[in-house]
């Protein structure tokens, strides 16, 4: 069997490498960017980055999804480091979600995805978008003023957060602007359907493009515009390793200090939060994943809960930030010609050959450039074609998708994603109260039809058409479509039957009661 497997493996290595290489260049400027918007050490979306390519791929039932910092948990990130007071708290209720993962995996609850409405998962994702949009609009223009502060968003208010948005445009610097807009309308010009029918640039991708352009500018503007030059805190800042051991003292492993925090509830609550964000954008990007395969291969959902919860152990107890299956990476890899996990394994060697010798070279990344990629990713995420579909869609359809994302603007993502869950619940049971009984008149003739499972929440809209049905009129009441007859139905039938001849109302009853046939005839 394991020969049978490499040879497997052996034999798509040609298409595996060159895929794994490019989606490495689409991860790169992505792993930094998260960590850049999380307010986390850069170095820390590479161990997250690199976890997900070395470790992950291998445990994943997927052949295709590629695993590491999401965009999708960049606000519970910062969120959580500011309310724990420091990054070693976020590595801890990182390997907390990883081990309660882990459990979900073993307790078979991969199907959980399936229970969350889409326009609630399009609205967080869409919320996610505005506030990545809203967070790099300051790198974007060089924002000097609280540079590091520019990253918190909602740090105590929506106010604050849209504030020093405002404030961004009256601090503008000139270097990054020009960097971030043109890196921009790369990303833009590379994404159009005709860059993508050119199968010579579709071997390039677009990240890797706007990161060239802005280490260009930046070299060129040193020689001959040094006020247009950017400064060394504009610019990527990982820390140089001269020798092995210099690169390993990046990693933040756990200590006694790890311990104290295991007494404070906020510590759970982020755990909580980052595994049910984490899995549900995991179980999601695997569907999506899927969908893209070419050879339509299914990935077993509760394995890949598993391995994202050993990811996020090891991610956590090394310093790296949460992972998760990332859709714009896995579908890199699938266009790239990606066959099986090798290709993320080799984007995962990369990762780790490229911080241990390429750390100085790195550094000259201008941070405009994994800004303008951010924005561009923002976009995606809140395209504002989602939103004119989910109108199109109808109220049920689009108000659970609004109030989602303006609950996560305005409070945060658990709340908000709470209250579109209840307003999404909300039309389930109103659509249901509708569906599950209908009355149709023909003349004096009436039919009441139990068309699904009815519940004791249909008991008022039964009531109702009841209530409606006028003196000297027949009924026929049809349960043939009902699996599920709840036992308050049932009684609420009875006593209309009870009370049918006082009004010279006929009833018909077929199907009820495990297909018994009852006529009433009462005459007038």
């Known amino acids: ?19 794994g290489i490019v989606v490495f260049l689409v991860a790169l400027p992505l792993c930094l960017g998260i960590a850049l918007a999380s307010g986390a050490p850069l170095f820390s979306g590479l161990i997250g980055g690199i976890i997900g390519g070395l ?31 420091s990054f070693q708290g976020l590595l801890v209720a990182c390997v907390l979600a990883g081990i309660m993962q882990l459990v979900l995996g073993f307790l078979r609850a991969g199907i959980i995805g399936a229970f969350f409405p889409s326009a609630v998962i399009e609205g967080m994702l869409a919320a996610i978008g505005l506030i990545l949009i809203i967070k790099q609009i300051p790198h974007a223009t060089g924002y000097d003023t609280s540079y ?66 802005g280490i260009s500018y930046n070299v060129a503007a040193r020689r001959f515009a040094p006020d247009w030059a950017l400064s060394s805190q504009h610019l990527v ?24 925090y295991l007494g404070n509830p906020d510590v759970y609550i982020v755990a909580v939060t980052i595994a049910v964000i984490a899995s549900l954008e995991t179980l999601l990007s695997l569907e999506a994943t899927d969908k893209l395969d070419p050879l339509k291969r299914l990935a077993p959902t509760n394995r890949e809960l598993k391995a994202q919860g050993i990811g996020n152990i090891i991610s956590g107890l090394l310093g790296g930030l949460p992972i998760t299956a990332v859709i714009v990476r896995s579908a890199a890899n699938i266009n790239s010609g990606g066959q099986t996990r090798v290709a993320c394994f080799t984007h995962g060697v990369c990762l780790l050959l490229s911080i241990m010798f390429l750390a100085r070279y790195l550094n000259i990344i201008p941070l405009a450039c994994l800004a303008a990629i951010l924005l561009h990713t923002g976009y995606k995420l809140a395209n504002p074609v989602l939103f004119k579909k989910f109108y199109q869609k109808g109220m049920s359809q689009f108000l659970p998708f609004i109030i ?36 149709t008149q023909v003349g004096s003739h009436y039919l009441l039809s139990l068309n699904k499972d009815v519940s004791f929440l249909n008991k008022a809209l039964l009531r109702k058409y009841i209530l409606s049905i006028p003196e000297q009129s027949t009924v026929t009441i049809v349960a043939s479509k009902a699996m599920f007859i709840d036992h308050d139905i049932l009684e609420t039938i009875e006593d209309f039957l009870a009370a049918a001849p006082d009004d010279n109302i006929i009833v018909d009853i077929i199907d009820l009661h495990g297909k018994e046939h009852f006529k009433n005839h009462e005459s007038m």
């Open 1 to 19: 069997m394991i020969h049978k497997h490499t040879r497997y493996y052996f034999g798509h290595l040609k298409d595996d490498i060159p895929a």
């Open 55 to 85: 470790i992950v791929s291998w445990l994943s039932g997927s052949q295709l999804a590629v695993s590491g910092p999401a965009a999708g948990l960049t606000v519970i990130v910062f969120n959580a480091i500011e309310t724990l007071g």
């Open 148 to 213: 590091e502060g520019d990253e918190s968003y909602m740090k105590e208010t929506a106010e604050s957060s849209f504030l020093e948005l405002f404030n961004a445009f009256g601090g503008i610097s000139p270097g990054p602007l020009v960097i971030s807009i043109v890196a921009l309308l790369l990303l833009i010009l590379w994404s159009t359907a005709w860059f993508k029918q050119q199968k010579w640039l579709k071997l390039i991708p677009g990240p890797l493009v706007a990161v060239v352009w």
């Open 237 to 260: 800042n990982l820390p140089v390793a001269e020798k092995t051991s210099d690169f390993f003292n990046n990693f933040v492993l756990p200590n006694p200090g790890y311990l104290s």
């Open 404 to 439: 989602t994302v303006i609950a996560i603007l305005v409070s945060d993502l658990l709340k908000g994603m709470a209250i579109g869950m209840f307003v999404g619940l909300f039309f389930v049971i109103k659509a249901n109260y509708h569906a599950a009984i209908s009355l």
